[in-house]
DNA sequence: GAGGAGACTATACGGCGTGAAGTTTTTATA
DNA sequence: TATAAAAACTTCACGCCGTATAGTCTCCTC
């Protein structure tokens, strides 16, 4: 009957795939808080207990759905930044730096997952969650600096960073792809990366209402000034 | 018999008082999850219902614990910013931010129950938390921007921003201690704000690791940059 | 010394994650 | 095809949580 291995598996595979599309939905209702087993089971009509035949723990599917979530900004990003491959360094910063924005406004329930104390009690089981869309972003995130570094003035490229200032984790496996990037580079990667995660931290989090009223614009205000402030010549 | 109005209401602030003392040493402990009120009534020999003598709900305890933290944070970046009066303004810019992320490292918990995602289920009660300290951390990034103002350089100043971008809350409140200070001022605050929040939460909420090992010089190459970028002459 | 207010406990309900044991359904094998 | 194994799922249970209701005890006041 079925393919290789029988539908056993195939319906396996579903049920695991319809436990985090519930959770998905329960999250982006309810915000993360919402995602319980419990309420999943309920919602598919099963018991609590019947997931733990799919994921060990409750955390095991919180790390489950980071990864998700975290994969699908990464392609959001990744999908600027390659039809933008065309346009100069400023603006492909620019347009990265908006798909980011955008992303995170459209998801903020996943913005907090990724980026913030995810859900209730959750701890990060070993290694942390999502490695692999966690290095799609920091590759993002490096491209960005490799884009500008050849542009960038001079006084980014003075400041004393050595190789042994970054850690072997993300970075140090990102490195190898973009060669040209010194030590100052990766520094201003993070930099790029802090300043863009904390405008859109603040707003997400809803620190920027009874501030502005206009937060795009305060956002387009400081692309102009990080663009300006890496010293690239158009 | 106690000073006026007797030792009633001195035990019953002193309850109080203990009652917040222990969530406190909860969350430092345990982090924000840790602060249950059956946790603080087992710590303080009670039941978990006599803490509803001291307040109404759960929320309300966060809530006053927020402003407790968040009236702790404004002591210490105004404190900086006090101690800094005879420095020029790069100086101070850079004193502020230091004392802001120095207090943060050292109370990441409250950081995050300030600008994060606090306690589980929490729901922020009418009008919000702690409106007072807030509006105390807003003055201090006004006063930044308005230390920083006059040496600005143009392209900050030539940004279009208008005081109906901003809103009649926080800032709207602290408008008037500032009149020197134009929209444009208003929104270099809320950027210089933002540069610091996003290194400071990213190294906070653990994104840093696994980057970089030294997220000291990651902060004063950005202060570097910061006060560069806002072309004072110093 | 009687009354009342305030502080606290007891009990209970529903929701949570999760462990142990049991039941039903499906698959693989003799 | 009959049977044993394995997988899927349920039931029951425990201890945690916030919180509502009702009851008890203690102290202050008149």
């Known amino acids: 009957m079925g393919s290789t291995q029988g539908r056993r598996e195939r ?82 910063i620019r347009t990265w730096a908006r798909a980011f924005r955008v992303w995170a406004l459209a998801n903020p329930e996943g913005f907090r997952l990724i980026y913030g104390d995810p859900v209730p009690g959750y701890q990060a089981p070993e290694g942390g969650p999502a490695p692999d869309a966690a290095y799609r972003v920091c590759t993002g995130i490096a491209a960005l600096a490799d884009t500008a570094w050849p542009h960038v003035g001079h006084s980014h490229a003075a ?20 060669p040209g990037l010194p030590p100052a580079g990766l520094a201003l990667a993070l930099r790029i990366w802090a300043r863009l995660h904390g405008l859109v931290s603040l707003e997400i989090y809803g620190h920027l209402r009874g501030q502005t009223v206009s937060p795009d614009k305060l956002f387009e205000e400081e692309l102009v000034q990080l663009v300006r402030s890496l010293g690239i010549r158009t």
């Not at 795939?17 to 993360?32: D, R, S």
């Open 11 to 92: 319906l396996r595979a579903e049920t695991t795939a319809e436990i985090k599309q519930v959770a998905l939905k329960l999250m982006a209702t309810g915000g993360p808080d919402a995602i319980t087993l419990r309420a999943i089971a309920r919602e598919m009509g099963m018991t609590a207990n019947a997931i733990y035949g799919y994921f060990a723990t409750r955390d095991e599917l919180v790390t489950t759905l980071i990864n998700e979530v975290y994969t699908a900004l990464a392609d959001a990003v990744d999908a600027a930044w390659a039809e933008s491959s065309a346009a100069g360094p400023a603006d492909r």
């Open 159 to 178: 400041s004393d960073f050595q190789w042994s200032d970054f850690d072997d984790g993300l970075l140090g496996k990102v490195r190898p792809a973009f």
